[in-house]
């Protein structure tokens, strides 16, 4: 599907109440992404029917645009008009190249009817993490037996005998007793809190703690799964529900 690479990119889905003015829109700009350039292989396919599944797309990072949910108001001329649809929500979005497919797909929205032709694809959009911005940092007060290892741009803590092993085999450093990961920085500390991102890495027996970028790098290309929202389980050494 070809991407607006302009400065708004507005989709209109279905369903909702017409004067509620939902943030049902999105608002497309580009941007500067400090990420490290990185190339993923993946097959896209589509929830409608209609449109064909795309296999070996080549996704690139860093992204290209960020897309928010905005509510559109006061249009002149008023637009042919369409019920207004479910709440969005705000993504990035990145350069994509899949095998060319044309396809003739009917769309209806505020700015009319008509069947548009989907020639080749522009860009894939992922959906930002929801993350809570509780800035609560505790104190810890690990037994001596429990050692952090920091990772550069993620940080784990396990028993110490695993911990000395493990971290030298991964290029890691591992902290003086006392200090436990801080997964907002991604290292080692005396004080910490809860990361953005845990990776999990159930075939080396340890997960790791810190923020999405760089870590989800990190994560993929290790092979790891990168999870949202879970927390790095001391004892089990993998990702749990906080």
């Given at each position: ?29 580009r ?13 896209l ?5 209609g449109?064909?599944a ?31 649809g ?41 959906p ?31 028993e ?21 990961c ?61």
């Open positions: 599907m070809k991407a607006l690479a302009g400065a708004m990119l507005v989709f209109l889905l279905a369903g909702s109440r017409a004067d509620a003015q939902p943030f049902d829109h999105l608002l497309c700009s941007v500067k992404d400090p990420a490290p350039k990185a190339a993923y292989v993946a097959s396919t589509p929830s409608d029917a449109l064909p795309a296999p070996g797309c080549i996704i690139k990072v860093p992204a290209k645009q960020l897309c928010v949910d905005v509510s559109k108001t006061d249009v002149s001329p008023p637009p042919p008009g369409a019920p207004a479910p709440a969005a929500h705000r993504y990035l979005c990145y350069k994509t190249k899949c095998p060319r497919q044309v396809v003739h797909f009917p769309a209806a929205d505020q700015f009319g009817s008509r069947v548009v032709e989907i020639r080749k694809t522009g860009l894939v959009c992922a930002l993490a929801t993350t809570t911005t509780t800035t609560s940092t505790t104190t810890t007060s690990l037994p001596a037996s429990v050692r952090c290892c920091s990772l550069g741009p993620g940080c784990f803590d396990a110490e005998t695993f911990t000395t092993n493990l971290c030298p085999n991964l290029a890691g450093t591992v902290a003086p007793p006392g200090q436990s801080d997964g907002t920085t991604g290292s080692c500390a005396t004080t910490g809190a809860t990361g953005q991102l845990c990776c999990n890495c159930p075939m080396a027996s340890f997960c790791m703690e810190g923020p999405i970028v760089p870590l989800g790098d990190l994560c993929f290309d290790v092979g790891c799964t990168p999870m949202v929202g879970y927390t790095c389980d001391v004892v089990t050494r993998t990702c749990v529900l906080p």
